[in-house]
């Protein structure tokens, strides 16, 4: 059981260019999301969904977009690469949709993106 | 809307000191909340977390937080910190919406000197 999943761990990017970050979870989790975290900032939501087909934006969705696609798989796709976009990255997913159950996020490791 | 704020930015103790971090969050409803550890170089990892019932929660580790409705706040303890807990450590709470997002506090880093 791999959990989540992100590739890759590290990329550098010109300003201007585009990448998508890629996220998978092999655990039927319905929801997902993207966060990123930068200094002393803790971590800010980007995006998430709460089913295929289903996205919404969170705190900081400017320069980024998502798809969802299956339930396994969750890219953000960054179309003009800003240096404010350097940060790590961290997908995650969860189970439920009460908020009363016991439902933890799983993370992945990460991608550390720099944009230069 | 909510928010999550953490007191302590950067927290330097010796071991076998008491800890203390301290999170306020602001919002009026249900809410669950959560502490997250981060090690360096790793993903976040859940420490505990509260839905209901006792407001004293026990996680992994030895680590436990206190929930005070009154002062909207789950503060995180541990009697004696080893250097091995040194990490970065997030608040986060999660609101009633059935969206299941965490809203995180700003972190608090622990370095624990041996």
């Known amino acids: 059981n791999a959990g989540v999943t992100q590739t890759p761990k590290f990329r550098i990017l010109k300003i201007g260019q585009s990448m998508t970050l890629q996220c998978t979870q092999d655990m039927n989790h319905n929801y997902m999301y993207w966060y990123r975290q930068d200094p002393g900032m803790g971590l800010k939501l980007i995006y998430y969904?709460?089913?295929?087909?289903?996205?919404d934006k969170g705190e900081v969705p400017n320069g980024y977009n998502v798809s969802r696609s299956t339930t396994e798989d969750f890219p953000l796709r960054l179309e003009l690469a800003a240096p404010s976009q350097t940060s790590v990255y961290f997908c995650?997913?969860?189970?439920?949709?009460?908020?009363?159950?016991?439902?933890?996020?799983?993370f992945g490791n990460g991608t550390r993106l720099t944009v230069t | 809307a909510q928010s999550v704020s953490q007191h302590n930015h950067h927290v330097i103790l010796s071991e076998a000191a008491s800890l203390e971090l301290g999170c306020n969050y602001s919002?009026?409803?249900?809410?669950?909340l959560f502490w997250y550890v981060q090690y360096p170089g790793q993903h976040l990892q859940l420490l505990l977390k509260?839905?209901?019932?006792?407001?004293l929660v026990k996680g992994i580790k030895g680590f436990e937080a206190e929930f005070i409705k009154s002062k909207f706040s789950f503060n995180l303890r541990k009697p004696s910190v080893q250097w091995s807990d040194t990490a970065e450590y997030f608040c986060a709470v999660k609101g009633s919406s059935n969206t299941g997002k965490l809203i995180f506090g700003q972190g608090t880093t622990l370095q624990v000197k041996p």
């Open positions: 995650a997913s969860s189970p439920y949709i009460d908020s009363s159950y016991n439902s933890p996020l799983h």
């Open positions: 509260y839905f209901s019932g006792d407001p």
């Open positions: 919002y009026g409803g249900t809410v669950n």
């Open positions: 969904s709460v089913g295929a087909g289903i996205t």
